[in-house]
């Protein structure tokens, strides 16, 4: 190895271990020179010549320190070095091999136990390109057993990439192309769990980049990929991380157009929904009802709840009983229920399965809110049918009455 020559020994010209400086202030190689005083008796500095009375030697801790700094600069430069040629032979390989599937697997754990700098260095090397290569195949060999295992391991070195490249714009635009998103989208439907999971995984970073990829959902393939990602939310054994982001998935893609509401209420989200609702988590819940607040801003969505058996029960349940961001989002629904879709039958469900009280208990809130406001409303739009049933609380009879 080519040393500083700082760091070498004047005596014996190698790297030095442990240096130390004489009087006349040159720094050698601790046995080196106590070996040219103490065994050789000379009184000379080896490097100047000058004659020495002191033969004093000090610990040169500065110089120490920076050998080291700089043999642990060389050594992490050496082991990138090793891992480049390691992940081109790796890429070479499944390149050239049809055995595609093992060379993936290799690269895949090689990637998941590697720093940031070593999939900065794949991407670089051209490795994003082959794996969306892989994945895109799946477009023309969809039935080929081979290509389309290939393609979920492809997917799984593409995701832990992915965690680190986010950032990254040319790659994100890449994974944007059409080929991509329908190769993507397909592996969601079809893909085994843990490739369903890679797949919303990535779509999610897609979704947080603002990339426009979403008008894939409001045309003829948006009905298939909105029932895959109903079916992941459905089913939580598949995997709960999987269920989890199919949730915060459906929500970005809800909220940018009613289009995609439409889509949705086509492909069954509200009833799904709403039958999922009485037994889901609270963080669960919140997302749940944000989806079903967002669908009912369409009137188609405000159809599919009033019309579904369990629709207001469902709401009215989650009502004061889940946490203050779900009554928010719960008083929304109610609020546009009864503005666009009040019916009697709706209007009765909702003070037989509690609505009602619930929202009357909210006008006790001191603070003034939106959602007060909303509350409000409701009791001015529908108070005097509400008061008809025998079972309408006599508080609220008062209520009313002061306010008319």
């Given at each position: 190895?080519?040393?500083?020559?700082?760091?070498?020994?004047?005596?014996?010209?190698?790297?030095?271990?442990?240096?130390?400086?004489?009087?006349?202030?040159?720094?050698?190689?601790?046995?080196?020179?106590?070996?040219?005083?103490?065994?050789?008796?000379?009184?000379?500095?080896?490097?100047?010549?000058?004659?020495?009375?002191?033969?004093?030697?000090?610990?040169?801790h500065t110089l120490k320190?920076?050998?080291?700094?700089?043999?642990?600069?060389?050594?992490?430069?050496?082991?990138?070095?090793?891992?480049?040629?390691?992940?081109?032979?790796?890429?070479?390989?499944?390149?050239?091999?049809?055995?595609?599937?093992?060379?993936?697997?290799?690269?895949?754990?090689?990637?998941?136990?590697?720093?940031?700098?070593?999939?900065?260095?794949?991407?670089?090397?051209?490795?994003?390109?082959?794996?969306?290569?892989?994945?895109?195949?799946?477009?023309?060999?969809?039935?080929?057993?081979?290509?389309?295992?290939?393609?979920?391991?492809?997917?799984?070195?593409?995701?832990?990439?992915?965690?680190?490249?986010?950032?990254?714009?040319?790659?994100?635009?890449?994974?944007?192309?059409?080929?991509?998103?329908?190769?993507?989208?397909?592996?969601?439907?079809?893909?085994?769990?843990?490739?369903?999971?890679?797949?919303?995984?990535?779509?999610?970073?897609?979704?947080?980049?603002?990339?426009?990829?979403?008008?894939?959902?409001?045309?003829?393939?948006?009905?298939?990929?909105?029932?895959?990602?109903?079916?992941?939310?459905?089913?939580?054994?598949?995997?709960?991380?999987?269920?989890?982001?199919?949730?915060?998935?459906?929500?970005?893609?809800?909220?940018?157009?009613k289009r995609s509401r439409?889509?949705?209420?086509?492909?069954?989200?509200?009833?799904?929904?709403?039958?999922?609702?009485?037994?889901?988590?609270?963080?669960?819940?919140?997302?749940?009802?944000?989806?079903?607040?967002?669908?009912?801003?369409?009137?188609?969505?405000?159809?599919?709840?009033?019309?579904?058996?369990?629709?207001?029960?469902?709401?009215?349940?989650?009502?004061?009983?889940?946490?203050?961001?779900?009554?928010?989002?719960?008083?929304?629904?109610?609020?546009?229920?009864?503005?666009?879709?009040?019916?009697?039958?709706?209007?009765?469900?909702?003070?037989?399965?509690?609505?009602?009280?619930?929202?009357?208990?909210?006008?006790?809130?001191?603070?003034?809110?939106?959602?007060?406001?909303?509350?409000?409303?409701?009791?001015?739009?529908?108070?005097?049918?509400?008061?008809?049933?025998?079972?309408?609380?006599?508080?609220?009879?008062?209520?009313?009455?002061?306010?008319?």
């Amino acid at each position: 190895m080519d040393y500083p020559v700082d760091f070498r020994c004047p005596i014996s010209m190698e790297l030095m271990q442990d240096p130390v400086t004489i009087s006349t202030g040159v720094t050698y190689e601790r046995k080196n020179i106590e070996k040219w005083f103490f065994s050789y008796k000379k009184k000379t500095c080896p490097t100047t010549m000058q004659s020495i009375n002191n033969f004093e030697i000090t610990p040169n801790h500065t110089l120490k320190r920076l050998i080291l700094s700089w043999q642990n600069e060389e050594a992490a430069r050496s082991r990138d070095s090793l891992k480049h040629d390691e992940l081109v032979l790796l890429l070479a390989a499944m390149e050239s091999t049809p055995f595609k599937v093992s060379s993936l697997r290799k690269l895949r754990t090689y990637i998941a136990e590697s720093g940031h700098e070593v999939k900065d260095d794949f991407a670089k090397c051209g490795g994003i390109d082959i794996l969306v290569q892989i994945i895109t195949q799946i477009l023309v060999e969809s039935l080929d057993f081979a290509a389309f295992t290939a393609c979920e391991e492809a997917l799984g070195v593409l995701h832990i990439c992915l965690i680190s490249l986010s950032d990254d714009e040319k790659i994100i635009q890449f994974l944007s192309k059409p080929e991509s998103i329908k190769s993507f989208a397909m592996m969601l439907q079809r893909g085994s769990a843990e490739a369903r999971f890679h797949a919303v995984a990535i779509f999610r970073q897609l979704a947080r980049a603002d990339i426009n990829w979403k008008k894939f959902v409001t045309q003829d393939q948006g009905f298939e990929f909105i029932r895959s990602l109903l079916e992941l939310v459905s089913d939580d054994q598949i995997c709960s991380k999987a269920s989890a982001s199919a949730l915060e998935l459906l929500t970005d893609i809800l909220g940018t157009s009613k289009r995609s509401r439409l889509k949705a209420v086509e492909a069954g989200a509200v009833c799904i929904l709403i039958e999922l609702l009485p037994d889901s988590s609270r963080s669960k819940c919140e997302k749940m009802l944000l989806l079903l607040k967002l669908l009912c801003e369409c009137a188609e969505g405000r159809q599919a709840l009033v019309e579904h058996g369990l629709g207001v029960a469902a709401i009215s349940k989650k009502l004061l009983h889940v946490s203050s961001a779900a009554t928010k989002i719960t008083v929304k629904i109610l609020w546009l229920i009864c503005s666009y879709h009040p019916s009697e039958r709706v209007l009765e469900e909702m003070l037989i399965f509690g609505s009602v009280n619930k929202l009357f208990a909210l006008l006790h809130v001191d603070n003034r809110s939106s959602t007060k406001e909303k509350v409000v409303k409701i009791f001015k739009l529908h108070g005097n049918s509400w008061r008809q049933y025998p079972c309408f609380p006599f508080e609220l009879k008062d209520y009313l009455g002061s306010t008319n």
